[in-house]
């Protein structure tokens, strides 16, 4: 069943879009139709990171003007699909946020669409929640960051929409950073994975590509791949998960 994921951070800068293309690019290795876009119209990334900054239809022109959600999808080499938005302010206007409805219709292209919103909780974002099945909370260990993810996730609950859980990004390990088990327990939500501070992440920046593409051996290529195995179920997350695979490989 195809599911509408939409991207949150709450704070700016802890690596939500970063995530989002990465997310997108594992889970379309592991064989599944993904479809990006670009929800954050007010200061679009999504086609800056993947080498297409311009093209002839985007999201601006689906809300705007009535085109055909269809025609705004472009096809990455790596077969991931892209729906981008306009870097134009001219193209800012007369956008309908009431038609974010219109991105339920790429559930008939992509077993997963992943909504890279807005950070903080202004229209956009929340447009980006009400248009998701469900969320995804992007945060760091630091208290401002997940204090504001705290906040989306409480939001989230208002608008009705479960919560996948939460990727810790840019993660250090060093004492200043709040513990895991704090961030746990502060935020109440299943943490789907831990990605590492990487400087291959920057550089996979300007190559203009995922970090999963251009780093697949990384650390942060390796958290990508297991958090997009775990949300497409390819990770059994019941810890007897190990005896049942060796039960099986015996035929027991």
Known sequence: MATIYSIVSGKGGVGKTTSCINLGAALNKTGEEVIIVDANLTTPNIGLHLGAPIVPITLNHVLSKNMDITDAIYE?????????SSLSIEELKNIDYN??????????????????????????????????????????????????????AKLAEKLKKPVKGFILTRHKGKKTEMSIENIKDMLELELLGIVPEDKNINKSLSLKDAVVHTHPYSKSSKAYNDIAR???????????????RFLRKIRL
């Open 76 to 84: 990455h080499y790596s077969g991931l699909k892209i729906l981008p």
């Open 99 to 152: 038609k974010f409805h219109y991105l339920q219709k790429l559930k008939n292209f992509a077993a997963h669409i992943l909504l890279d919103s807005s950070a903080g909780l202004g229209r956009e974002t929340e447009f980006s929640m009400r248009a998701a099945d469900e969320i995804i909370l992007i945060t760091n260990a630091e208290m401002p960051a997940v204090t504001d993810a705290l906040k989306t």
């Open 230 to 244: 775990k949300i497409s179920g390819q990770i059994d997350n019941n810890p007897d998960s190990f005896y049942k």
